[in-house]
């Protein structure tokens, strides 16, 4: 499975921050968040990493040449940094593995691969993402809802009290899901 890490946006909600440094690539414990997320990767036996880069795209260029990971090939996918999501993620499409993880660049959830999909029997779906009950996000506010009696998940772009689980950022996907890109 290939891994797809979503490294492109301005982050402005990070201020004065992000004028001077990627997102990802904000430093926490002296380690870029990035690196964390890739190590995560590269322990899981992941082989292939396309990082969807945009904005302060040299910045990544730096990076990838100071670290070593064992495994794991990561290839750079620049985009302009005003791309949609799914246009940074559309532009891969012949690349891509038949089922492949999209993860945000400005999330960390350590969690083992393996254990998780077996867990939830992902690999007969087209899609889905790693969610946690809204009891451990700190507003109290989701932006899933899953409605058990009709079988279907919900999803806000904004948090609201009535969603009950909180979308994580790690997402799995299947190729057959590029036939809903416009």
Same mark, same amino acid.
């Given at each position: 499975? &290939?891994?797809?890490?979503?490294?492109?946006? *301005?982050?402005?909600r990070l201020g004065k921050?992000?004028?001077?440094?990627?997102?990802?690539?904000?430093?926490?414990?002296? /380690?870029?968040?990035?690196?964390?997320?890739?190590?995560?990767? &590269? *322990?899981?036996?992941?082989?292939?990493?396309?990082?969807?880069?945009?904005?302060?795209?040299?910045?990544?260029?730096?990076?990838? =040449?100071?670290?070593?990971?064992?495994?794991?090939?990561?290839?750079? =996918?620049?985009?302009? !940094?005003? !791309?949609?999501?799914?246009?940074?993620?559309?532009?891969?499409?012949?690349?891509?593995? =038949?089922?492949?993880?999209?993860?945000?660049?400005?999330?960390?959830? &350590?969690? /083992? /691969?393996?254990?998780?999909?077996?867990?939830?029997?992902?690999?007969?779906? #087209?899609?889905?993402?790693?969610?946690? #009950?809204?009891?451990? =996000?700190?507003?109290?506010?989701? #932006?899933?809802?899953? %409605?058990?009696?009709?079988?279907?998940?919900?999803?806000s772009a904004k948090r *609201?009290? %009535?969603?009950?689980?909180?979308?994580?950022?790690?997402?799995?996907?299947?190729?057959?899901?590029? /036939?809903?890109?416009?």
């Amino acid at each position: 499975m &290939d891994a797809v890490i979503l490294c492109g946006g *301005r982050g402005k909600r990070l201020g004065k921050i992000t004028n001077h440094i990627a997102k990802p690539l904000v430093t926490i414990n002296n /380690k870029p968040l990035l690196l964390y997320t890739l190590t995560q990767l &590269d *322990r899981e036996n992941f082989k292939r990493v396309f990082l969807c880069i945009g904005y302060k795209s040299y910045q990544f260029e730096n990076f990838l =040449s100071k670290i070593k990971l064992k495994n794991l090939k990561i290839i750079l =996918s620049k985009g302009h !940094w005003r !791309w949609e999501t799914g246009k940074r993620i559309y532009h891969l499409k012949n690349k891509l593995s =038949s089922k492949f993880m999209v993860l945000y660049g400005d999330n960390f959830v &350590d969690f /083992k /691969k393996h254990n998780y999909l077996k867990k939830r029997k992902i690999l007969k779906g #087209n899609f889905t993402f790693l969610i946690q #009950n809204k009891l451990y =996000s700190n507003d109290g506010e989701g #932006n899933v809802r899953i %409605d058990k009696k009709k079988n279907s998940i919900h999803y806000s772009a904004k948090r *609201r009290e %009535d969603y009950n689980y909180v979308e994580l950022g790690y997402m799995i996907l299947s190729k057959k899901c590029f /036939k809903y890109f416009k």
